[in-house]
Protein backbone atom coordinates (compact mmCIF):
# COMPACT_ATOMS: atom_id res chain seq x y z
CA UNK A 1 0.00 0.00 0.00
CA UNK A 2 1.53 3.18 -1.31
CA UNK A 3 1.05 6.48 0.76
CA UNK A 4 0.32 10.09 -0.76
CA UNK A 5 3.41 11.51 -1.95
CA UNK A 6 5.02 14.46 0.31
CA UNK A 7 4.37 18.34 0.32
CA UNK A 8 7.39 19.17 -0.89
CA UNK A 9 7.30 16.63 -4.18
CA UNK A 10 4.21 18.96 -5.28
CA UNK A 11 5.27 21.56 -7.60
CA UNK A 12 5.24 25.45 -6.13
CA UNK A 13 4.42 28.37 -7.40
CA UNK A 14 7.00 31.38 -8.15
CA UNK A 15 5.59 33.38 -5.08
CA UNK A 16 6.69 30.47 -2.69
CA UNK A 17 9.52 29.42 -4.36
CA UNK A 18 11.21 32.84 -3.52
CA UNK A 19 9.54 32.74 0.31
CA UNK A 20 11.28 29.20 0.27
CA UNK A 21 14.65 30.50 -0.80
CA UNK A 22 14.45 33.17 1.28
CA UNK A 23 13.78 31.19 4.57
CA UNK A 24 16.36 29.03 3.65
CA UNK A 25 18.84 32.02 2.81
CA UNK A 26 17.88 33.43 6.36
CA UNK A 27 18.52 29.72 8.27
CA UNK A 28 22.18 29.91 6.13
CA UNK A 29 22.90 33.30 8.02
CA UNK A 30 22.12 32.36 10.72
CA UNK A 31 24.18 29.35 10.87
CA UNK A 32 27.15 31.29 9.50
CA UNK A 33 26.97 33.35 12.78
CA UNK A 34 26.54 30.38 15.31
CA UNK A 35 29.53 28.59 13.44
CA UNK A 36 32.07 32.39 13.69
CA UNK A 37 30.68 32.59 17.43
CA UNK A 38 31.38 28.92 18.19
CA UNK A 39 35.21 29.63 16.21
CA UNK A 40 35.42 32.51 18.92
CA UNK A 41 34.30 30.58 22.07
CA UNK A 42 36.60 27.88 20.82
CA UNK A 43 39.62 30.17 20.58
CA UNK A 44 38.58 31.76 23.75
CA UNK A 45 38.55 28.33 24.98
CA UNK A 46 42.44 27.29 23.61
CA UNK A 47 43.55 30.81 25.11
CA UNK A 48 42.04 30.32 28.62
CA UNK A 49 43.54 26.48 28.68
CA UNK A 50 46.77 27.88 27.52
CA UNK A 51 46.93 30.41 30.39
CA UNK A 52 45.91 27.50 33.03
CA UNK A 53 48.65 25.92 31.62
CA UNK A 54 50.88 28.63 31.72
CA UNK A 55 49.73 29.25 35.01
CA UNK A 56 50.78 25.87 36.20
CA UNK A 57 54.15 25.98 35.01
CA UNK A 58 54.53 29.01 36.54
CA UNK A 59 53.93 27.78 39.90
CA UNK A 60 56.48 24.81 39.45
CA UNK A 61 59.15 27.29 38.13
CA UNK A 62 58.93 25.60 34.55
CA UNK A 63 58.60 28.22 31.28
CA UNK A 64 55.26 28.20 29.57
CA UNK A 65 54.83 25.51 26.99
CA UNK A 66 54.70 26.97 23.24
CA UNK A 67 50.64 27.42 22.48
CA UNK A 68 51.06 25.43 19.21
CA UNK A 69 53.27 22.14 17.86
CA UNK A 70 55.98 22.24 15.40
CA UNK A 71 54.50 22.75 11.72
CA UNK A 72 56.34 20.22 10.28
CA UNK A 73 57.99 22.42 7.23
CA UNK A 74 61.37 21.24 7.71
CA UNK A 75 60.87 17.51 7.38
CA UNK A 76 57.66 18.16 4.33
CA UNK A 77 60.13 19.66 2.13
CA UNK A 78 63.23 17.53 2.56
CA UNK A 79 63.84 16.20 -1.06
CA UNK A 80 63.16 12.46 -1.47
CA UNK A 81 66.41 10.26 -1.61
CA UNK A 82 67.45 9.36 -5.56
CA UNK A 83 67.73 5.65 -6.68
CA UNK A 84 66.70 2.33 -4.73
CA UNK A 85 64.98 3.08 -1.27
CA UNK A 86 67.09 0.00 0.09
CA UNK A 87 68.40 1.11 3.69
CA UNK A 88 72.13 1.00 3.75
CA UNK A 89 74.22 -1.77 5.50
CA UNK A 90 75.38 -0.87 9.06
CA UNK A 91 78.66 -1.99 8.58
CA UNK A 92 81.37 -4.06 10.90
CA UNK A 93 82.10 -3.18 14.43
CA UNK A 94 85.28 -2.71 15.15
CA UNK A 95 85.89 -3.63 18.77
CA UNK A 96 89.10 -3.13 20.75
CA UNK A 97 89.74 -6.80 22.27
CA UNK A 98 91.40 -6.67 25.78
CA UNK A 99 91.41 -9.87 26.27
CA UNK A 100 92.08 -13.34 23.67
CA UNK A 101 90.99 -16.66 25.40
CA UNK A 102 92.30 -19.90 23.13
CA UNK A 103 89.42 -22.63 23.92
CA UNK A 104 90.85 -26.47 23.38
CA UNK A 105 88.48 -29.41 21.43
CA UNK A 106 88.59 -32.61 22.20
CA UNK A 107 89.65 -34.21 18.54
CA UNK A 108 90.45 -38.14 17.58
CA UNK A 109 93.90 -38.56 17.04
CA UNK A 110 95.10 -38.11 13.37
CA UNK A 111 92.74 -35.00 13.10
CA UNK A 112 93.94 -31.82 10.73
CA UNK A 113 94.05 -28.20 12.66
CA UNK A 114 92.12 -25.76 10.50
CA UNK A 115 92.39 -22.59 12.09
CA UNK A 116 89.79 -21.03 14.74
CA UNK A 117 86.28 -19.88 14.54
CA UNK A 118 86.27 -16.68 16.06
CA UNK A 119 83.52 -15.10 18.61
CA UNK A 120 83.52 -11.85 19.99
CA UNK A 121 82.09 -11.76 23.50
CA UNK A 122 81.09 -7.96 24.75
CA UNK A 123 80.63 -7.50 28.55
CA UNK A 124 80.51 -4.58 30.84
CA UNK A 125 82.80 -5.10 34.25
CA UNK A 126 81.90 -2.76 37.05
CA UNK A 127 83.54 -3.61 40.50
CA UNK A 128 84.67 -1.43 43.26
CA UNK A 129 88.47 -0.78 43.71
CA UNK A 130 89.45 0.58 47.00
CA UNK A 131 93.14 0.29 47.43
CA UNK A 132 94.68 1.26 51.09
CA UNK A 133 98.35 3.12 50.75
CA UNK A 134 100.41 2.23 53.60
CA UNK A 135 102.98 5.01 53.52
CA UNK A 136 106.32 4.21 55.23
CA UNK A 137 107.31 7.20 58.04
CA UNK A 138 111.00 7.47 59.27
CA UNK A 139 112.45 9.36 61.36
CA UNK A 140 116.66 10.39 60.69
CA UNK A 141 119.40 11.29 62.74
CA UNK A 142 118.53 14.51 63.08
CA UNK A 143 114.54 13.96 64.13
CA UNK A 144 113.34 14.71 61.33
CA UNK A 145 110.26 12.95 60.07
CA UNK A 146 109.89 11.51 56.09
CA UNK A 147 106.80 9.83 54.94
CA UNK A 148 106.79 8.60 51.46
CA UNK A 149 104.94 10.48 49.14
CA UNK A 150 101.72 9.20 47.39
CA UNK A 151 101.85 7.53 43.62
CA UNK A 152 101.44 10.47 40.80
CA UNK A 153 97.81 11.58 39.88
CA UNK A 154 96.73 10.08 43.31
CA UNK A 155 95.35 12.80 45.22
CA UNK A 156 91.49 13.10 47.83
CA UNK A 157 89.72 10.40 48.68
CA UNK A 158 88.19 9.04 45.45
CA UNK A 159 89.97 8.18 41.68
CA UNK A 160 89.65 9.56 38.77
CA UNK A 161 87.63 6.54 37.07
CA UNK A 162 85.30 6.74 39.63
CA UNK A 163 85.04 10.51 38.69
CA UNK A 164 84.52 10.13 35.55
CA UNK A 165 81.79 7.33 35.77
CA UNK A 166 80.22 10.01 37.80
CA UNK A 167 80.77 12.87 35.51
CA UNK A 168 79.46 10.82 31.78
CA UNK A 169 76.15 9.23 34.02
CA UNK A 170 75.26 12.55 35.08
CA UNK A 171 75.90 14.61 32.18
CA UNK A 172 75.25 12.39 29.41
CA UNK A 173 72.98 9.87 31.31
CA UNK A 174 71.03 12.61 33.00
CA UNK A 175 70.95 10.26 36.43
CA UNK A 176 70.91 12.47 39.56
CA UNK A 177 73.04 12.74 42.15
CA UNK A 178 70.56 10.41 44.53
CA UNK A 179 70.41 7.89 42.16
CA UNK A 180 74.24 8.43 41.19
CA UNK A 181 74.64 7.89 44.88
CA UNK A 182 72.58 5.00 45.36
CA UNK A 183 73.96 3.29 42.42
CA UNK A 184 77.46 3.37 43.17
CA UNK A 185 77.34 1.95 46.80
CA UNK A 186 75.23 -0.51 44.92
CA UNK A 187 78.63 -1.57 42.91
CA UNK A 188 80.68 -1.15 46.33
CA UNK A 189 81.89 2.02 46.59
CA UNK A 190 81.05 3.48 50.17
CA UNK A 191 80.10 7.85 48.83
CA UNK A 192 77.86 10.14 50.37
CA UNK A 193 76.04 12.34 48.47
CA UNK A 194 77.69 15.36 49.25
CA UNK A 195 80.78 13.69 47.96
CA UNK A 196 79.32 12.61 44.79
CA UNK A 197 78.13 16.46 44.47
CA UNK A 198 81.78 17.44 45.22
CA UNK A 199 82.82 15.25 42.76
CA UNK A 200 80.83 16.70 39.84
CA UNK A 201 81.20 20.37 40.93
CA UNK A 202 84.90 20.76 41.91
CA UNK A 203 88.24 21.09 40.28
CA UNK A 204 86.76 21.30 37.33
CA UNK A 205 89.19 24.48 36.03
CA UNK A 206 90.92 22.87 33.29
CA UNK A 207 87.26 21.48 31.46
CA UNK A 208 86.09 25.24 32.11
CA UNK A 209 89.15 26.89 30.35
CA UNK A 210 88.73 23.93 27.72
CA UNK A 211 85.15 25.14 27.38
CA UNK A 212 86.01 28.79 26.93
CA UNK A 213 88.62 27.80 24.53
CA UNK A 214 86.16 26.10 22.27
CA UNK A 215 83.83 28.77 22.47
CA UNK A 216 86.25 31.40 21.01
CA UNK A 217 87.49 28.94 18.44
CA UNK A 218 83.71 28.72 16.95
CA UNK A 219 83.31 32.01 17.09
CA UNK A 220 86.70 32.70 15.26
CA UNK A 221 86.34 29.71 12.43
CA UNK A 222 82.65 29.33 12.08
CA UNK A 223 80.95 30.75 9.28
CA UNK A 224 77.25 31.33 11.33
CA UNK A 225 76.49 30.51 14.87
CA UNK A 226 73.04 29.32 15.57
CA UNK A 227 71.72 30.65 18.95
CA UNK A 228 68.67 29.91 21.19
CA UNK A 229 68.01 30.36 25.20
CA UNK A 230 65.36 29.30 27.71
CA UNK A 231 64.31 29.70 31.15
CA UNK A 232 66.53 28.32 33.95
CA UNK A 233 66.57 28.87 37.70
CA UNK A 234 69.92 29.80 39.84
CA UNK A 235 69.82 30.34 43.58
CA UNK A 236 66.35 30.06 44.22
CA UNK A 237 65.87 33.24 41.38
CA UNK A 238 64.54 32.99 37.58
CA UNK A 239 67.75 32.71 35.10
CA UNK A 240 68.51 32.31 31.56
CA UNK A 241 70.70 30.07 29.97
CA UNK A 242 71.98 30.84 26.50
CA UNK A 243 73.41 28.48 23.24
CA UNK A 244 75.79 29.22 21.13
CA UNK A 245 76.62 26.92 18.75
CA UNK A 246 77.64 25.92 14.90
CA UNK A 247 78.27 22.93 13.28
CA UNK A 248 81.26 21.95 15.41
CA UNK A 249 80.71 23.16 18.73
CA UNK A 250 78.39 24.01 21.34
CA UNK A 251 78.46 26.24 24.69
CA UNK A 252 75.64 27.06 26.88
CA UNK A 253 75.93 29.94 29.71
CA UNK A 254 73.46 31.34 32.18
CA UNK A 255 72.87 34.56 33.90
CA UNK A 256 69.82 36.65 35.29
CA UNK A 257 69.61 38.34 32.18
CA UNK A 258 68.46 38.23 28.09
CA UNK A 259 69.27 41.45 27.24
CA UNK A 260 71.44 41.87 24.10
CA UNK A 261 74.08 43.68 26.25
CA UNK A 262 74.37 40.37 28.27
CA UNK A 263 74.63 38.64 24.52
CA UNK A 264 77.12 40.48 23.09
CA UNK A 265 79.20 40.03 26.55
CA UNK A 266 78.76 36.27 26.20
CA UNK A 267 80.44 36.89 22.98
CA UNK A 268 83.16 38.71 24.43
CA UNK A 269 84.10 35.67 26.48
CA UNK A 270 86.58 36.15 29.23
CA UNK A 271 87.53 39.89 28.54
CA UNK A 272 86.13 42.40 30.29
CA UNK A 273 87.43 45.95 28.48
CA UNK A 274 85.51 47.87 26.26
CA UNK A 275 86.83 49.09 22.72
CA UNK A 276 85.77 52.14 21.26
CA UNK A 277 87.20 51.64 17.69
CA UNK A 278 85.16 52.36 14.00
CA UNK A 279 83.21 48.74 14.84
CA UNK A 280 81.69 50.51 18.09
CA UNK A 281 81.27 53.67 15.99
CA UNK A 282 78.92 52.61 13.22
CA UNK A 283 77.29 50.42 16.12
CA UNK A 284 76.14 53.64 17.13
CA UNK A 285 75.53 55.24 14.09
CA UNK A 286 73.22 52.90 13.65
CA UNK A 287 71.44 53.66 16.98
CA UNK A 288 69.11 56.50 18.66
CA UNK A 289 72.12 58.11 19.86
CA UNK A 290 73.00 61.98 19.39
CA UNK A 291 75.65 62.97 16.50
CA UNK A 292 77.38 65.14 19.10
CA UNK A 293 77.94 62.02 21.40
CA UNK A 294 79.49 59.87 18.71
CA UNK A 295 81.66 62.87 17.58
CA UNK A 296 83.32 63.44 21.24
CA UNK A 297 83.63 59.49 21.30
CA UNK A 298 85.26 59.70 18.36
CA UNK A 299 87.81 62.35 18.94
CA UNK A 300 89.50 61.06 21.92
CA UNK A 301 92.63 59.49 21.91
CA UNK A 302 91.65 56.63 24.36
CA UNK A 303 89.92 53.73 23.04
CA UNK A 304 90.55 50.36 24.79
CA UNK A 305 89.24 50.60 28.81
CA UNK A 306 90.53 47.38 30.99
CA UNK A 307 87.29 47.33 32.69
CA UNK A 308 83.63 48.46 33.09
CA UNK A 309 84.83 51.36 35.55
CA UNK A 310 87.53 52.27 33.33
CA UNK A 311 85.04 52.50 30.64
CA UNK A 312 82.00 54.84 32.63
CA UNK A 313 84.93 57.31 33.90
CA UNK A 314 85.88 57.86 30.28
CA UNK A 315 82.27 58.50 29.64
CA UNK A 316 82.13 61.38 32.15
CA UNK A 317 85.79 62.63 30.69
CA UNK A 318 83.69 62.79 27.59
CA UNK A 319 80.55 64.65 29.09
CA UNK A 320 78.30 62.14 28.55
CA UNK A 321 75.84 61.89 31.19
CA UNK A 322 75.81 58.64 32.55
CA UNK A 323 73.10 58.26 34.05
CA UNK A 324 70.55 58.45 30.96
CA UNK A 325 70.19 54.65 31.32
CA UNK A 326 69.01 54.00 27.62
CA UNK A 327 72.20 56.38 26.20
CA UNK A 328 74.31 53.82 28.62
CA UNK A 329 72.98 50.97 27.36
CA UNK A 330 73.58 51.83 23.94
CA UNK A 331 77.44 53.27 24.57
CA UNK A 332 77.89 49.51 26.75
CA UNK A 333 76.30 47.79 23.71
CA UNK A 334 78.79 49.37 20.80
CA UNK A 335 81.65 49.15 23.12
CA UNK A 336 81.36 45.65 23.61
CA UNK A 337 80.77 45.29 20.36
CA UNK A 338 83.94 47.23 19.42
CA UNK A 339 85.68 44.81 21.76
CA UNK A 340 84.20 41.38 19.98
CA UNK A 341 86.03 42.79 16.56
CA UNK A 342 89.05 44.15 18.44
CA UNK A 343 89.71 40.43 19.24
CA UNK A 344 89.62 39.32 15.87
CA UNK A 345 86.07 37.25 16.85
CA UNK A 346 82.88 37.53 14.90
CA UNK A 347 84.47 38.95 11.46
CA UNK A 348 81.71 37.27 9.25
CA UNK A 349 79.82 35.45 11.32
CA UNK A 350 76.09 35.28 10.75
CA UNK A 351 74.44 35.05 13.83
CA UNK A 352 70.93 32.60 13.13
CA UNK A 353 68.14 33.63 15.62
CA UNK A 354 64.70 32.50 16.04
CA UNK A 355 63.88 36.63 15.95
CA UNK A 356 64.26 37.37 19.63
CA UNK A 357 65.45 40.92 19.76
CA UNK A 358 68.81 40.52 22.09
CA UNK A 359 70.15 38.44 18.95
CA UNK A 360 69.93 40.73 16.08
CA UNK A 361 74.12 42.17 16.00
CA UNK A 362 76.58 41.30 13.21
CA UNK A 363 74.91 40.13 10.35
CA UNK A 364 71.90 38.52 11.51
CA UNK A 365 69.47 35.63 9.85
CA UNK A 366 66.00 34.69 10.33
CA UNK A 367 65.03 30.93 10.93
CA UNK A 368 62.14 30.29 8.53
CA UNK A 369 60.79 27.71 10.73
CA UNK A 370 59.71 30.28 13.03
CA UNK A 371 58.95 32.72 10.67
CA UNK A 372 56.58 30.43 9.72
CA UNK A 373 55.17 29.49 12.68
CA UNK A 374 53.76 32.76 13.75
CA UNK A 375 51.15 31.55 10.79
CA UNK A 376 49.52 28.58 13.39
CA UNK A 377 48.98 31.10 15.99
CA UNK A 378 46.11 33.20 13.74
CA UNK A 379 42.57 31.95 14.51
CA UNK A 380 40.43 32.21 11.37
CA UNK A 381 37.02 33.20 11.83
CA UNK A 382 35.47 31.80 8.74
CA UNK A 383 36.12 29.22 6.21
CA UNK A 384 37.44 31.74 3.55
CA UNK A 385 39.68 32.80 6.53
CA UNK A 386 41.41 29.43 7.05
CA UNK A 387 41.79 29.03 3.14
CA UNK A 388 43.58 31.89 3.14
CA UNK A 389 45.85 30.79 5.71
CA UNK A 390 46.10 27.50 4.19
CA UNK A 391 47.21 29.02 0.52
CA UNK A 392 49.74 31.30 1.77
CA UNK A 393 51.25 28.05 4.16
CA UNK A 394 51.35 26.18 0.83
CA UNK A 395 53.16 28.91 -1.13
CA UNK A 396 55.50 29.69 1.79
CA UNK A 397 56.55 25.66 2.24
CA UNK A 398 56.93 26.05 -2.04
CA UNK A 399 59.37 28.83 -1.51
CA UNK A 400 61.07 27.14 1.45
CA UNK A 401 61.77 23.93 -0.46
CA UNK A 402 63.07 26.03 -3.46
CA UNK A 403 65.90 27.45 -1.44
CA UNK A 404 66.69 24.40 0.13
CA UNK A 405 67.08 22.43 -3.31
CA UNK A 406 69.24 25.61 -3.95
CA UNK A 407 71.48 25.53 -0.87
CA UNK A 408 72.41 21.98 -2.43
CA UNK A 409 73.95 23.25 -5.47
CA UNK A 410 73.92 27.26 -5.77
CA UNK A 411 73.94 28.36 -8.92
CA UNK A 412 74.08 32.31 -10.09
CA UNK A 413 71.70 34.25 -11.23
CA UNK A 414 68.67 32.47 -9.34
CA UNK A 415 68.75 35.18 -5.99
CA UNK A 416 67.02 37.86 -8.27
CA UNK A 417 64.37 35.02 -8.82
CA UNK A 418 63.81 34.45 -5.31
CA UNK A 419 63.36 37.69 -4.71
CA UNK A 420 60.71 38.53 -6.72
CA UNK A 421 58.80 34.93 -5.62
CA UNK A 422 59.28 36.40 -1.82
CA UNK A 423 57.99 40.07 -3.16
CA UNK A 424 54.72 38.26 -4.71
CA UNK A 425 54.44 35.82 -1.98
CA UNK A 426 54.64 38.35 1.51
CA UNK A 427 53.36 41.20 -0.55
CA UNK A 428 49.81 40.03 -1.70
CA UNK A 429 46.64 40.87 0.19
CA UNK A 430 44.10 38.71 1.40
CA UNK A 431 41.51 40.87 3.17
CA UNK A 432 41.79 38.91 6.35
CA UNK A 433 43.05 41.66 8.36
CA UNK A 434 45.71 39.41 10.80
CA UNK A 435 47.03 37.15 7.76
CA UNK A 436 47.88 40.93 5.72
CA UNK A 437 49.62 42.37 8.73
CA UNK A 438 51.55 39.43 9.33
CA UNK A 439 52.63 39.15 5.69
CA UNK A 440 54.00 43.00 5.66
CA UNK A 441 55.77 42.51 8.94
CA UNK A 442 57.95 39.34 7.57
CA UNK A 443 58.10 41.01 4.17
CA UNK A 444 59.80 43.86 6.24
CA UNK A 445 62.50 41.06 7.63
CA UNK A 446 63.19 40.57 3.73
CA UNK A 447 66.81 40.64 3.89
CA UNK A 448 67.69 38.17 7.37
CA UNK A 449 65.06 35.63 5.31
CA UNK A 450 66.87 35.78 2.26
CA UNK A 451 70.46 35.77 3.89
CA UNK A 452 70.99 32.00 2.57
CA UNK A 453 71.16 33.70 -0.59
CA UNK A 454 74.41 35.76 0.21
CA UNK A 455 75.77 33.21 2.59
CA UNK A 456 74.48 29.63 1.75
CA UNK A 457 76.47 27.62 3.82
CA UNK A 458 74.03 29.17 6.79
CA UNK A 459 71.30 27.07 7.71
CA UNK A 460 67.71 28.02 6.86
CA UNK A 461 66.94 27.44 10.84
CA UNK A 462 67.78 27.37 14.13
CA UNK A 463 66.89 23.44 14.79
CA UNK A 464 70.48 22.53 15.89
CA UNK A 465 70.41 24.84 18.90
CA UNK A 466 66.81 23.66 19.94
CA UNK A 467 68.37 19.93 19.57
CA UNK A 468 71.38 21.56 21.69
CA UNK A 469 68.92 23.28 24.23
CA UNK A 470 67.09 19.82 24.54
CA UNK A 471 69.32 17.82 26.51
CA UNK A 472 69.45 21.46 28.54
CA UNK A 473 65.75 21.17 29.19
CA UNK A 474 65.66 17.55 30.16
CA UNK A 475 68.51 18.27 32.90
CA UNK A 476 66.31 20.91 34.30
CA UNK A 477 63.11 18.56 34.08
CA UNK A 478 65.57 16.34 36.04
CA UNK A 479 67.89 18.38 38.41
CA UNK A 480 66.05 21.18 38.59
CA UNK A 481 68.05 24.24 39.26
CA UNK A 482 71.54 24.94 40.70
CA UNK A 483 72.66 26.71 43.89
CA UNK A 484 76.52 27.27 44.07
CA UNK A 485 78.17 28.86 41.40
CA UNK A 486 80.49 26.09 41.12
CA UNK A 487 77.05 23.79 40.17
CA UNK A 488 75.72 26.51 37.70
CA UNK A 489 79.61 26.14 35.84
CA UNK A 490 79.64 22.86 36.14
CA UNK A 491 76.43 22.14 34.18
CA UNK A 492 77.47 24.44 31.78
CA UNK A 493 80.70 23.14 30.99
CA UNK A 494 79.52 19.87 30.95
CA UNK A 495 76.67 19.57 28.87
CA UNK A 496 78.89 22.71 26.44
CA UNK A 497 81.55 19.67 25.79
CA UNK A 498 79.45 16.81 25.94
CA UNK A 499 77.74 18.30 22.79
CA UNK A 500 81.08 19.36 21.55
CA UNK A 501 82.82 16.04 21.53
CA UNK A 502 79.08 15.03 19.44
CA UNK A 503 79.73 17.03 17.25
CA UNK A 504 83.56 16.33 16.33
CA UNK A 505 82.73 12.62 16.18
CA UNK A 506 84.43 11.77 19.86
CA UNK A 507 83.00 9.48 22.67
CA UNK A 508 82.44 11.60 25.61
CA UNK A 509 83.69 8.74 27.94
CA UNK A 510 86.76 8.64 26.11
CA UNK A 511 87.20 11.94 26.49
CA UNK A 512 86.81 12.34 29.91
CA UNK A 513 89.20 9.63 30.64
CA UNK A 514 91.87 11.34 28.47
CA UNK A 515 91.84 14.14 30.61
CA UNK A 516 91.80 12.53 33.34
CA UNK A 517 94.76 10.87 32.69
CA UNK A 518 93.02 7.60 32.37
CA UNK A 519 93.84 6.45 29.06
CA UNK A 520 98.04 6.47 29.03
CA UNK A 521 98.08 3.83 26.33
CA UNK A 522 96.07 5.60 23.79
CA UNK A 523 96.48 8.35 21.82
CA UNK A 524 96.19 11.71 23.11
CA UNK A 525 92.91 13.58 22.27
CA UNK A 526 93.83 16.91 21.25
CA UNK A 527 92.19 20.05 22.49
CA UNK A 528 88.91 20.60 21.48
CA UNK A 529 89.63 23.82 20.19
CA UNK A 530 92.23 22.89 17.98
CA UNK A 531 89.90 20.26 16.35
CA UNK A 532 87.52 23.29 15.53
CA UNK A 533 89.74 24.92 13.96
CA UNK A 534 91.70 22.39 12.02
CA UNK A 535 87.95 20.94 10.43
CA UNK A 536 86.65 24.54 10.10
Same mark, same amino acid.
Given at each position: ???????????????????????????????? *???????????????????? &????????????????????? /?????????????????????????????????????????????????????????????????????????????????????????????????? *???????????????????????????????????????????????????????????????????????????????????????????????????????????????????????????????????????????????????????? /?????????????????????????????????? *??????????????????????????? *??????????????????? &???????????????????????????????????????????????????????????????????????????????????????? /????????????????????????????? /????????????????
Amino acid at each position: MTGSPPDFAKPLSSTALRRLVTDLAGKIDRLE *QEVEQLRRDNGNLRLDNQAL &KDEIARLKNLPPRPPFKSSGM /DKATQPKPSGPGRRPGRGSKRDRVTREVTIRAEVPPGSRFKGYKTVVRRDLVLAAEVVRYKRERWVTPDSQTIIAPMPAGVAGGHGPGGRRFCLALHT *QGQVTTERLTDLLNGIGLSISKREVVRLLTTDLETFAQEDHAVLEAGLVSSPYITVDDTGARHARRPAVTTQIGGERFCAFRTGRSKSRLNFLSLLRGDCEDYVVNEAALDYLRRQPVEAAVIARLAAHPDQVFSSQMAWWQHLLRCSINIF /DRTLLQALNEAATWGAIRHHGLMANTVVVSDDAG *QFRVAQHALCWIHAERHLQKLMPASPK *QAKAVELVRETIWCFYRGL &KLWKQSPTPGAEALFRRQFNRIFGQRTGYKELDELLARLSRRKNELLRVLERPEIPLHTNVSENDLRAWVTKRKISGGTMSVDGRVAR /DVMLGLSKTCRKLGLSFFTYLGDRLGLNP /DQPKIPPLADLIIRTA
